[in-house]
């Protein structure tokens, strides 16, 4: 169904509620045809429901030309969005919420 992965280390920094910064821990990119964004949006919910992550998916009023998913989880935000520059391809970060504690991999 996907395209292809690129794992990368990745740069974007996730400021959480109190006020710490932290780069993403593991980052990928898929490349996805635009058509197929409703089915990744339902495997990112089928993900949220099986690990009880809260998920949160957002357009910003953009007609679905531009989007982003949070995933929260108990030491983990997981972070997914367009790249306005590639529009086939998602970026996906993953965050540990606690520096210097390893992330359950488990997930």
Known sequence: ???C?????????????DGISLEPVRG?????????????FAQFQKFADKYRFEIDITDFNT??????V???GDSI?????????????VSIDFYGL?????????H
């Open 1 to 3: 169904m996907f395209g």
């Open 77 to 89: 935000q997981i972070v997914a969005s367009d790249v306005p520059e590639e529009p086939n391809e």
């Open 63 to 68: 007609n679905g030309e531009h989007f982003q």
């Open 70 to 72: 949070w995933m929260s």
């Open 28 to 40: 990928l990119r898929i490349t996805i045809d635009e058509s197929q964004r409703d089915d990744l």
């Open 98 to 106: 606690y520096p210097g504690y390893p992330v359950d991999e488990s």
């Open 5 to 17: 992965i690129v794992i990368y280390l990745g740069m974007y920094i996730l400021n959480i509620a």
